[in-house]
């Protein structure tokens, strides 16, 4: 029993950071349109700074605070770069973003080198649980509680819906569409800089870290068609939890794989119902 | 035009006579590349879909290749059965995720080329991690491609044997039933164009060409393992395409080339002395992004479809 308990916990912790990444990919998608190819990028981005930050003798708290900070500001950048420009297509923001996350690749070699890094997190554990864990639990919850906050009580959180649900009437009522779009990349990064900095100590990152994590967001993300905040939670813990069964019980080497194939069942069974939901 | 078709065609074949050894290696890989990239660029400029799994075939290729020369397979045959076999696979893997569109089939090609990855690199038939060693040269009833200079010239011809149905693709029926696919999907199956059909036959032979550089590809090389075909060889497949120019055979071929000697170059000059470890993977890292975000952004039809309005 304290075995299941224990691959549940850590299942939770894992899927907290797909649930994290796939946030991001919803709240850009849903803005903008675009699916934001470099949103595993944020998360290396966010945790290879904190390697730095903790290096230089920033305090534990701080250090991760900037680096979710900084991949934030990295957010806003890759907005201006993949809709900054007018007339360029949600296709064409794809394929933008793809190019970024090749150029962070090129930053991040710059300045961390290739090979894995990690950094200490919570020590100690709870009845064979990391404390950390507990921790990545934690945070998740108030950090995707506030954002639900943010989107239904506030003013800013309902021009992002507006912009969401009809760009040209949100314009009409004096909405700042391209500014809605930029400040939804800075949430995105800021979520996935989060789910880095959070996953790290349990797990290295490396510059080409990305691709899973881009990965295993979407397909948390896809559960909801992208746009549905909520299934993006239930996506990324069930994946989560299935792979550290899977993990556990099964074989470790198939653990990446459930994502994937999870991601495309989801899409398949999706696609035969795709024109009922492109015309609704 | 004519005249840019005439100097490529000069080019290919003496250029592999008077590179030096190393060169001869770079002009190889362009090639292979450019194979897998003329297939790419039908697929996602006729059927409209990004793909970013054609490594994938690359790698089915190369395996069944591998595979079957190991086995004692007549090397030509193993060659041969190098893009039946990613077709086939294409085939398979087409029905089902061909319905998806734009972002999802991105995601989705994606998805299956990390699986089948994972797999070869699990897989104690194909070498695992390791790969295939010893793979012996490809022969032709007794004659042994063994000089790299016969792969160069095999590889022009390969090439040349992509282009060619690439062309008769885009210039027969199927072809003006894609374009009218592309403008409008129900416009065009309203009018009788089998819509996924079609599309299916592009995914198809898109594969096939991939296959066929990576039978080459195992040949040349003698050696295959799961991390000849990462992920971002299929990106770069796609930034080779989106330079060229979507759609266009000669723009696949522009774009792979462009793209394989800008980052030669770079790659030449960070290994000089003096420059830093890193630097050869950082620059050749920023071309691509930077060529392909400018190209989308700036000049979204591609160079040669631009070049081609301009004259």
Same mark, same amino acid.
């Given at each position: 029993?304290?075995?299941?308990?224990?691959?549940?916990?850590?299942?939770?912790?894992? !899927?907290?950071?797909?649930?994290?990444?796939?946030?991001?990919?919803?709240?850009?998608?849903?803005?903008?349109?675009?699916?934001?190819?470099?949103?595993?990028?944020?998360?290396?981005?966010?945790?290879?700074?904190?390697?730095?930050?903790?290096?230089?003798?920033?305090?534990?708290?701080?250090?991760? #605070?900037?680096?979710?900070?900084?991949?934030?500001?990295? !957010?806003?950048?890759?907005?201006?770069?993949?809709? !900054?420009?007018?007339?360029?297509?949600?296709?064409?923001?794809?394929?933008?973003?793809?190019?970024?996350?090749?150029?962070?690749?090129?930053?991040?070699?710059?300045?961390? #080198?290739?090979?894995?890094?990690?950094?200490?997190?919570?020590?100690?554990?709870? #009845?064979?649980?990391?404390?950390?864990?507990?921790?990545?639990?934690?945070?998740?919850?108030?950090?995707?509680?506030?954002?639900?906050?943010?989107?239904?009580?506030?003013?800013?959180?309902?021009?992002?819906?507006?912009?969401?649900?009809?760009?040209?009437?949100?314009?009409?009522?004096?909405?700042?569409?391209?500014?809605?779009?930029?400040?939804?990349?800075?949430?995105?990064?800021?979520?996935?800089?989060?789910?880095?900095?959070?996953?790290?100590?349990?797990?290295?990152?490396?510059?080409?870290?990305?691709?899973?994590?881009?990965?295993?967001?979407?397909?948390?993300?896809?559960?909801?068609?992208?746009?549905?905040?909520?299934?993006?939670?239930?996506?990324?813990?069930?994946?989560?939890?299935?792979?550290?069964?899977? !993990?556990?019980?099964?074989?470790?080497?198939?653990?990446?794989?459930?994502?994937?194939?999870?991601?495309?069942?989801?899409?398949?069974?999706?696609?035969?119902?795709?024109?009922?939901?492109?015309?609704? | 035009?004519?005249?840019?078709?005439?100097?490529?065609?000069?080019?290919?074949?003496?250029?592999?006579?008077?590179?030096?050894?190393?060169?001869?290696?770079?002009?190889?890989?362009?090639?292979?590349?450019?194979?897998?990239?003329?297939?790419?660029?039908?697929?996602?400029?006729?059927?409209?879909?990004?793909?970013?799994?054609?490594?994938?075939?690359?790698?089915?290729?190369?395996?069944? =290749?591998?595979?079957?020369?190991?086995?004692?397979?007549?090397?030509?045959?193993?060659?041969?059965?190098?893009?039946?076999?990613?077709?086939?696979?294409?085939?398979?893997?087409?029905?089902?995720?061909?319905?998806?569109?734009?972002?999802?089939?991105?995601?989705?090609?994606?998805?299956?080329?990390?699986?089948?990855?994972?797999?070869?690199?699990?897989?104690?038939?194909?070498?695992?991690?390791?790969?295939?060693?010893?793979?012996?040269?490809?022969?032709?009833?007794?004659?042994?491609?063994?000089?790299?200079?016969?792969?160069?010239?095999?590889?022009?011809?390969?090439?040349?044997?992509? =282009?060619?149905?690439?062309?008769?693709?885009?210039?027969?029926?199927?072809?003006?039933?894609?374009?009218?696919?592309?403008?409008?999907?129900?416009?065009?199956?309203?009018?009788?164009?089998?819509?996924?059909?079609?599309?299916?036959?592009?995914?198809?032979?898109?594969?096939?060409?991939?296959?066929?550089?990576?039978?080459?590809?195992?040949?040349?090389?003698?050696?295959?393992?799961?991390?000849?075909?990462?992920?971002?060889?299929?990106?770069?497949?796609?930034?080779?395409?989106?330079?060229?120019?979507?759609?266009?055979?000669?723009?696949?071929?522009?774009?792979?080339?462009?793209?394989?000697?800008?980052?030669?170059?770079?790659?030449?000059?960070?290994?000089?002395?003096?420059?830093?470890?890193?630097?050869?993977?950082?620059?050749?890292?920023?071309?691509?992004?930077?060529?392909?975000?400018?190209?989308?952004?700036?000049?979204?039809?591609?160079?040669?479809?631009?070049?081609?309005?301009?004259?």
């Amino acid at each position: 029993m304290g075995e299941l308990a224990q691959y549940l916990v850590t299942g939770v912790g894992l !899927g907290c950071a797909y649930a994290l990444t796939g946030s991001g990919l919803v709240v850009i998608y849903r803005v903008t349109r675009v699916v934001n190819f470099a949103q595993g990028s944020f998360a290396v981005l966010g945790a290879l700074t904190v390697t730095t930050l903790l290096a230089a003798g920033l305090p534990h708290g701080v250090a991760e #605070g900037l680096g979710v900070l900084l991949a934030g500001l990295v !957010g806003v950048l890759v907005g201006v770069v993949a809709t !900054g420009k007018p007339g360029t297509t949600p296709q064409a923001g794809l394929i933008v973003t793809l190019g970024l996350g090749v150029f962070a690749y090129a930053v991040e070699i710059f300045f961390w #080198g290739d090979q894995p890094r990690s950094f200490p997190g919570l020590p100690g554990a709870v #009845g064979g649980i990391q404390t950390h864990y507990l921790l990545i639990i934690g945070v998740t919850a108030v950090v995707l509680g506030a954002t639900a906050l943010l989107f239904a009580r506030t003013d800013l959180g309902r021009a992002l819906t507006a912009t969401a649900a009809d760009p040209y009437a949100a314009r009409a009522v004096g909405i700042d569409v391209v500014r809605m779009g930029l400040f939804a990349f800075a949430v995105g990064g800021a979520l996935g800089g989060l789910a880095g900095v959070l996953i790290t100590p349990v797990q290295q990152v490396s510059f080409d870290s990305d691709v899973a994590l881009v990965v295993s967001g979407f397909s948390a993300a896809i559960l909801g068609n992208l746009t549905r905040p909520g299934l993006t939670l239930v996506g990324g813990l069930l994946l989560g939890v299935v792979q550290a069964l899977v !993990g556990g019980y099964l074989s470790t080497a198939y653990q990446s794989e459930v994502a994937l194939i999870f991601m495309l069942v989801v899409l398949i069974a999706r696609a035969g119902r795709r024109d009922l939901v492109e015309a609704a | 035009m004519k005249w840019a078709y005439a100097v490529a065609a000069v080019g290919a074949l003496v250029l592999p006579v008077v590179l030096a050894p190393g060169q001869l290696t770079v002009f190889i890989l362009l090639g292979l590349s450019a194979m897998a990239v003329v297939g790419l660029s039908l697929l996602m400029g006729y059927a409209g879909q990004v793909s970013l799994g054609q490594a994938a075939f690359t790698a089915l290729g190369a395996y069944t =290749s591998g595979l079957l020369s190991l086995h004692h397979a007549p090397p030509l045959l193993a060659l041969v059965a190098a893009p039946v076999a990613a077709a086939l696979a294409a085939v398979v893997v087409g029905v089902p995720i061909l319905r998806l569109r734009g972002h999802q089939l991105a995601f989705a090609t994606l998805a299956l080329q990390i699986l089948l990855l994972s797999v070869l690199s699990g897989a104690q038939w194909a070498g695992g991690a390791v790969g295939l060693q010893g793979l012996p040269y490809l022969s032709v009833g007794g004659f042994e491609l063994d000089q790299d200079l016969d792969y160069a010239y095999l590889v022009v011809g390969g090439v040349l044997l992509v =282009s060619l149905i690439a062309h008769r693709l885009v210039h027969s029926r199927v072809g003006r039933g894609l374009r009218a696919l592309a403008t409008g999907e129900m416009a065009a199956e309203a009018s009788g164009v089998p819509v996924g059909a079609y599309r299916l036959l592009v995914f198809a032979v898109s594969a096939a060409f991939a296959g066929l550089a990576g039978g080459i590809y195992c040949f040349f090389l003698g050696y295959l393992a799961p991390g000849s075909f990462p992920v971002l060889l299929s990106i770069e497949y796609v930034v080779m395409a989106v330079v060229g120019g979507l759609g266009s055979i000669a723009g696949a071929l522009l774009g792979a080339a462009l793209i394989t000697v800008v980052v030669q170059l770079l790659t030449s000059l960070a290994t000089q002395p003096g420059m830093p470890s890193y630097a050869p993977s950082v620059l050749s890292y920023a071309v691509y992004a930077l060529l392909l975000i400018a190209v989308v952004l700036f000049v979204p039809k591609g160079i040669v479809p631009t070049l081609r309005r301009s004259l």
